[in-house]
């Protein structure tokens, strides 16, 4: 089984100002990596996923995240945050060749203040 | 093109009663999932559907719970009778289901159950 720890409830961060959410994960098994995210009243919408190759993935609007497989850790990071950007983060985990079955963290809210 | 949709968005009721909610995945999806997503946590899978056969429903609480998918397209999740504890966003995802391990799940706006 995986399970998914996000180290920070709460990032509150003055606009264009750089922010890494964290994530940490554990499995005794090769994993995906996911982070998604979730503005108010919104569903889940996938921002970025490692699934192989290179461990640097970045998403359209910026963020980034690495994997790193001896810290099993998995950050998000963007060097600029916007206003915009104020929504709730979800990272999670699933076994290699099992994407389907997602473990979620608990959620970071990123609050970006003007 | 048209994302997952759910309805209602919004219900209250008071315990005891029953009360259902209705997903209708994106075209093609061949996978569909219904999570529980409580205050302040991440979403929980409840059910996941290849076409209209319940493949995981390990935690699925049987005893109030179920769930269809009776033509593998759209999928109704009940509750009877409903709990003080069942108040919690539950949310519906599709997948293709044709990528084999590396599905991506696109989510619904979710439901919000408030229990009285």
């Known amino acids: 089984a995986q399970s998914v720890t996000q180290l920070d409830s709460q990032v509150p961060v003055f606009e264009e100002a750089p922010v890494e959410l964290r994530c940490n994960y554990s499995?005794?098994?090769?994993?995906?990596l996911f982070w998604y995210v979730q503005y108010p009243n919104q569903g889940l919408q996938l921002l970025l996923k490692?699934?192989?190759?290179?461990?640097l993935v970045e998403s359209i609007n910026g963020f980034e995240a690495e994997f790193n497989k001896s810290q099993t850790s998995f950050h998000l990071r963007k060097p600029s945050v916007h206003i915009s950007d104020t929504a709730e983060y979800f990272c999670?985990?699933?076994?290699?060749?099992?994407?389907?079955?997602?473990?979620f963290g608990s959620g970071t809210q990123l609050t970006v203040l003007p | 093109e048209a994302g997952v949709v759910q309805s209602p968005r919004y219900k209250i009721i008071e315990k005891k009663q029953p009360v259902a909610f209705w997903c209708n995945p994106i075209?093609?999806?061949?996978?569909l999932y219904w999570y529980l997503q409580n205050l302040g946590q991440g979403p929980e899978l409840l059910i996941r559907?290849?076409?209209?056969?319940?493949?995981?429903d390990s935690q699925l609480p049987k005893d109030r719970f179920s769930a269809e998918r009776l033509k593998g397209v759209d999928s109704t999740l009940k509750i009877q009778p409903a709990e003080l504890g069942d108040s919690a966003v539950y949310l519906c995802?599709?997948?293709?289901?044709?990528?084999?391990?590396?599905?991506?799940?696109?989510f619904g706006p979710g439901t919000r159950l408030t229990v009285l």
């Open positions: 995802a599709s997948s293709p289901g044709s990528s084999g391990s590396t599905d991506t799940q696109y």
């Open positions: 499995s005794s098994v090769s994993v995906y």
């Open positions: 490692y699934l192989s190759g290179s461990t």
């Open positions: 999670a985990v699933s076994a290699r060749g099992s994407a389907r079955q997602l473990t």
């Open positions: 075209s093609g999806h061949n996978t």
């Open positions: 559907y290849e076409n209209e056969e319940a493949v995981d």
